[in-house]
């Protein structure tokens, strides 16, 4: 009979591996601060030149409505993404905290009245991790409207093109999912069990959970 791992075991293992994610994490934070931008301002510049054609036009039927709304819709997200990562790549060249602390102390404050300053490496951690979850966000929904706006105006040229740009779109999706799931490493012994353990130890939650329930009854 296999014996069980012991639930402090397994949190140790779990809190190990979110400290390794957290490190990755930090690590590629610059490139996807960068990859965000770069997105964002070829979303920007793609929306004006699209909608400075519709405008043009007029609307002159459903589709090209359809289109300038959705255009319209993703242009003000887009801007917003682009601010906040442009924003947070700059604060961290700047201690902002620290220089706000430093200055206030020099205009004659002591430092219990403007108290210690927080971590400058938490608080950056913290304030990236929060940009980046709602920037990425942001451009999920702007990416998505812009595929809707491009749709409708080539709708408006002939309906069968809009469909055709959906096929491609979702099977060129389901290519990079694929190229992305078959790049992947094999996965190590380690992680085989790092699994197995986190199955075990909610399998003996449901167990302790369902003993629980039935005692009371």
């Given at each position: 009979?296999?014996?069980r791992p012991?639930?402090?075991?397994?949190?140790?293992?779990?809190?190990?591996t979110?400290?390794?994610?957290?490190t990755?994490?930090?690590?590629?934070?610059?490139w996807?601060l960068d990859?965000?931008?770069?997105?964002?301002?070829?979303?920007?510049?793609?929306s004006?030149?699209i909608?400075?054609?519709?405008?043009?036009?007029?609307p002159v039927?459903?589709?090209?409505?359809?289109?300038?709304?959705?255009?319209?819709?993703?242009?003000?997200?887009?801007?917003?993404?682009?601010?906040?990562l442009?924003l947070?790549?700059?604060?961290?060249?700047?201690?902002?905290e620290?220089?706000?602390?430093?200055?206030?102390?020099?205009?004659?404050?002591?430092?219990?009245?403007?108290?210690?300053?927080?971590?400058?490496?938490?608080?950056?951690r913290?304030?990236?991790?929060?940009?980046?979850?709602?920037?990425?966000?942001?451009?999920?929904?702007?990416?998505?409207?812009?595929?809707?706006?491009?749709?409708?105006?080539?709708?408006?040229?002939?309906w069968?093109?809009?469909?055709?740009?959906?096929?491609m779109?979702?099977?060129?999706?389901?290519?990079?999912?694929?190229?992305?799931?078959?790049?992947?490493?094999?996965?190590?012994?380690w992680e085989?069990?790092?699994?197995?353990?986190?199955?075990?130890?909610?399998?003996?939650?449901?167990q302790?959970?369902?003993?629980?329930?039935g005692?009371?009854?």
């Amino acid at each position: 009979m296999s014996r069980r791992p012991s639930i402090p075991a397994v949190d140790e293992s779990w809190a190990r591996t979110q400290a390794a994610l957290g490190t990755v994490l930090e690590s590629v934070t610059p490139w996807l601060l960068d990859l965000g931008n770069w997105i964002f301002g070829a979303l920007i510049a793609f929306s004006l030149v699209i909608l400075g054609a519709l405008l043009t036009v007029g609307p002159v039927d459903r589709a090209v409505v359809i289109a300038t709304a959705a255009f319209a819709l993703a242009l003000p997200p887009d801007v917003a993404g682009f601010v906040l990562l442009r924003l947070a790549a700059d604060m961290k060249k700047v201690d902002l905290e620290t220089l706000t602390t430093s200055a206030f102390v020099d205009a004659g404050f002591t430092p219990e009245q403007v108290g210690q300053a927080p971590d400058p490496k938490e608080l950056e951690r913290r304030r990236t991790r929060t940009v980046l979850g709602f920037s990425y966000g942001m451009l999920t929904l702007t990416m998505l409207l812009s595929l809707v706006g491009v749709t409708a105006t080539l709708w408006h040229m002939a309906w069968w093109i809009g469909t055709v740009l959906l096929v491609m779109a979702a099977l060129s999706a389901g290519l990079v999912l694929v190229v992305f799931a078959h790049a992947q490493p094999p996965e190590s012994p380690w992680e085989k069990t790092l699994k197995q353990r986190g199955r075990q130890q909610s399998a003996d939650r449901s167990q302790d959970e369902d003993s629980t329930q039935g005692g009371r009854r």
